[in-house]
Each structure stands twice: as C-alpha cells, then as structure tokens.
C-alpha cells in the first residue's frame, strides 16, 4: 500500500490567518487523502486550534499529530511546525537551533521536529521517521552561513534520534526530511544560485533529492512569484525558486567521512509533484507551494 504524503507552508503568520484559507486547506487535504501531513508557519494560534485541529482530527487520530511542536517562553512565535498523520506515532522529539540571524526569524523557535511512525499495518516490521522543518528564512542570499549551522544540528539530530529512539533494526527503518529549508534548489534558472543546495545536500550527508530524482531538470518552483498571486511577503517581482524539499536517508547522516555508514531502508518514491492548492475561485491559499509524494517499501 503506497503512503501519500505533504509538505506545505502554509504561511499562517499571527494576524494573517484567515478562517476561510484555513478551512479551504483543510478542505483540499481531506479531499487528497494524505496518510502524513508537514505544515510549516502555524504561527496563528487560534487558526491552529480552532481550525486546523477540529477539522483535522476528523481525519487524522489526535494521538498521531503534534500541534505545537515548541513553546519557548524566550520567543514571541513557536516552531510553527505542524504534524498530522493516520499511522500511529509512537513517539516524536523537537531541537531548536542554535542560530538565527537578527532578522524576524529571531522571534520564532526554529528547529527540528523529529516523529516516529509505526507503518508495520502495511509493512509489518517496518518505522518510518518523519523529520519536518523550517530554516532561517533569506530574501538578499545573506545566511547560508545560518542555514549551514542549522543543517549540521539536523544531521546530528537525525544521526542521535534514529540511533537512540528506533524500535526495529535498521533494516526496517527508514527517514526523510520534510519542509521549507529556504535553499534554492538545483536547477535554478540563475547559474550560481544552486551552489548552497549541493552544499546542503553534502551536510546532511548526501540523502536522496526525492524531487530532482523523479523530475530530473525541472526546476520544481515552489516559490513564484510570476504565478502565486498570494502575496503576504513577497522577494521580488519575478523571483521563481524551489525552497521545499522531500529528502530521503539511506544510511544514518555520519561525521565528515567516516567510512562506517548504517544502512537504513530506502523508501521507494514512486511519484512527486508540485501541489498548487487554490480556493474555489482560483486564488492561491499559501505563498508557498505544497509539495506532494507517494512512497513504499
């Protein structure tokens, strides 16, 4: 049985959200039938509790979601990480980064949610770890430094929960990397751009572009700015960017070249696209793009 999974921004700033919006995106992910959802900026509370988890617990067990993954009482804003899935999650962790620029990044509690799904009622023996994240945002390319900080606590992070908190062995574990990592992604139309993707994909240790691999050389914009009428903090006029990402593990992120690597179970990806969710009246309900996958095993 394939499992149908999304990540998406939804760009629910406190003061931005908007009943209406929260309600057509509950609507549109019920009618996908997603097994696993990653959110991203659910920095509205009362959007977060009044609309995403009473209209998708009806879906999506209470006990299978994290609705506030921080509350960091140093920081205006949470993670504004979001979790829901139908699996039974037996357990989850969240790190806050270390660093952030002196941008509005600063306010919110950045980090790394880390959740441990039991798929085994459709591959008997198997756990899936479902890690969602969202690094420091960047509209002038003035943080890779940041982002690179932030992408070696998530390769520890990752290297430390999967040794520590497995269940299974490692043969029966797999791992992937959901979120917004505001990295421009290869292919970009601008030569030059996608330089920090291929150092980020050297930092976490080399994990599979789930992306690029199914559609190699279509940029994947999920950011753009010529088509995405929603505009709460737009770059500029014209800019088209892939900053979403679905990156798989199959061996446990290691230390520099360490010449040991475990083996984890690779997820067979048989299908990705970018997901353009809209109103009923085709207006775009997120600034971002969702990102949409299908895997098994």
Known sequence: MPIKILTYNVAMLRGEGKKVRAYNICRRIKEEKYDVICFQEVFDEDIRDDSFVVSLSK??????????????????????????????????????????????????????????????????????????????????????????????????????????????????????????????????????????????????????????????GDPGYTWDDLKNKFKTHKRSNGYQERLDYALAFNHIPIHGNAANKVPLKPVNCSGIKIKKFKSDDGKDLSDHYGLELIIDF
């Open 59 to 216: 879906v999506y067990p209470e006990s299978s979601m994290v609705v506030k993954a921080s509350d960091n009482f140093l920081k205006f804003e949470d993670s504004g990480l979001f979790f829901a899935s139908k699996f039974p999650m037996s357990a989850w962790d969240f790190m806050s980064y270390k660093y952030s620029a002196l941008t509005s990044d600063i306010f919110a509690d950045k980090g790394l949610m880390g959740c441990r799904l039991d798929i085994s009622s459709v591959y008997p023996g198997q756990e899936l770890f479902v890690f969602n994240s969202h690094l420091q945002s960047d509209y002038e390319a003035k943080y890779p430094e940041i982002r690179k900080e932030q992408f070696l606590q998530i390769s520890e992070g990752i290297r430390n929960w999967l040794f520590k908190t497995r269940t299974s062995g490692y043969q029966n574990t797999s791992a992937i990397l959901f979120g917004d990592l505001n990295v421009i992604g290869a292919a970009s139309k601008n030569p030059g751009e996608d330089a920090e993707y291929f150092d980020m994909i050297k930092t976490l240790s080399n994990p599979r572009d789930l992306f690029t691999e199914k559609n190699p």
